[in-house]
C-alpha cells in the first residue's frame, strides 16, 4: 500500500557531498515524522536524521554541521544534504517514515530498502 523509495547513493570521495531523496507514494493520507538511519558493517542502525511534519530537525552529533535534512510535504519527499563526508559515514542509509494510511488511517512504520553510501579515496 505504501513504499518508500530511495536514491542518490553512490561513491564519494572525503570532503565530498552527496543528497539522498526518499519519495513515498501509495495509499498514503498524511506523513508524520520522516528521517534517515544508517547502517555499517557489524553496526547497529543509528538515527542520523529526523524531520518533524512541522520542520522540526534534530541530528545525530556526528553529523552536526555537515548533513542537513529537509522534506516537500507537496511531493511526499524527504532529503538529506550530506557534506564534508568522511569515510565513517560509508553505510547503508535507510529512509523512514510514519504515515497513516487511506481508508483504515492506521500509522504505520515504514521503511526504504536502503542505498549506499560510500566514502572512499
Known amino acids: 500500500q505504501v513504499q518508500l523509495v530511495e536514491s542518490g547513493g553512490g561513491l564519494v570521495q572525503p570532503g565530498g557531498s552527496l543528497r539522498l531523496s526518499c519519495a513515498a507514494s501509495?495509499?498514503?493520507?498524511?506523513?508524520?515524522?520522516m528521517g534517515w538511519y544508517r547502517q555499517a558493517p557489524g553496526n547497529q542502525r543509528e538515527l542520523v536524521a529526523a524531520i518533524s511534519s512541522g520542520g522540526s530537525t534534530s541530528y545525530a552529533d556526528s553529523v552536526k554541521g555537515r548533513f542537513t535534512i529537509s522534506r516537500d510535504n507537496t511531493k511526499n519527499t524527504v532529503y538529506l544534504q550530506m557534506n564534508s563526508l568522511k569515510p565513517e559515514d560509508t553505510a547503508v542509509y535507510y529512509c523512514?517514515?510514519?504515515?497513516?494510511?487511506?481508508?483504515?488511517?492506521?500509522?504505520?512504520?515504514?521503511w526504504g530498502q536502503g542505498t549506499q553510501v560510500t566514502v572512499s579515496s
Open positions: 523512514n517514515a510514519w504515515i497513516v494510511v487511506r481508508v483504515t488511517m492506521k500509522r504505520g512504520d515504514y
Open positions: 501509495g495509499s498514503i493520507f498524511s506523513i508524520n515524522a
